[in-house]
């Protein structure tokens, strides 16, 4: 079983849809939370940094954590053609770059 | 301001040569890395370095060899391609080793054949 899971999609969803993507993982210990945007043959972007539980907001975008169910979610209002992106999530125990475990991203498609 | 810059962006090499991947980052930055992405395997960790004259090894370092003489360079080097070593590379850095927000280079695409 891998550390940190993500469903691959592709996710295809409207114009003006919320999106919700999510990661599952097994370790107890994370507690240091990322997702970063990756356009098609570009390098990761970070979007959204959490610690510990709870919610942050950024904009369009929300990060959520559920340690009890080792659950991480983004959600993605309003979203737009140019949120079509992979979506990944990574996670640590420890703060240190070096230390995240990073997820294998699951591909969003908006439609116009 | 450049950000992470990467070269070459494609190459193919035979089983057996050997090449260097380049990556500069003109952020002041104390630290890089160099991640390797794969289908189904998310990035995984190759080598990083908090500061020049120090690197370390990470999840898969197996076939590669790093230096950082100076704090904007940190190229990575296969010593003996392999085909398992078919991957998108990405260098990446960040303020220091303590600072969560990577930059990423745009990747390599490298083949072995």
């Known amino acids: 079983q891998k550390e940190v899971e993500q469903d691959p999609g592709p996710l295809s969803v409207p114009e003006g849809a919320i999106v919700s993507l999510n990661c599952t993982y097994s370790n107890s210990a994370f507690q240091y939370f990322m997702w970063y945007r990756q356009y098609s043959r570009k390098g990761p972007e970070l979007l959204m940094y959490t610690y510990s539980s709870g919610n942050k907001e950024d904009g369009r975008f929300t990060a959520q954590v559920d340690k009890s169910s080792k659950y991480i979610s983004l959600f993605i209002r309003d979203s737009q053609p140019s949120d079509s992106a992979t979506y990944l999530c990574a996670m640590s125990a420890q703060s240190g770059t070096y230390k995240y475990i990073f997820g294998t991203g699951t591909r969003l498609k908006v439609l116009a | 301001n450049a950000g992470v810059t990467q070269t070459p962006k494609f190459q193919v090499l035979k089983t057996g040569q050997s090449m260097t991947l380049q990556c500069a980052q003109d952020m002041n930055h104390e630290y890089m890395s160099w991640y390797r992405q794969d289908p189904g395997m998310g990035l995984r960790l190759i080598h990083y370095?908090?500061?020049?004259?120090?690197?370390d090894q990470g999840e898969v370092p197996n076939g590669y060899n790093v230096s950082r003489s100076t704090t904007e360079d940190f190229p990575l080097r296969l010593l003996s391609a392999a085909p398992s070593q078919t991957s998108v590379y990405f260098c990446?850095?960040?303020?220091?080793?303590?600072?969560?927000?990577?930059?990423f280079g745009s990747g390599t695409q490298l083949s072995v054949l």
């Open positions: 990446a850095s960040s303020v220091s080793a303590t600072n969560e927000k990577l930059f």
């Open positions: 370095s908090v500061g020049a004259g120090i690197t």
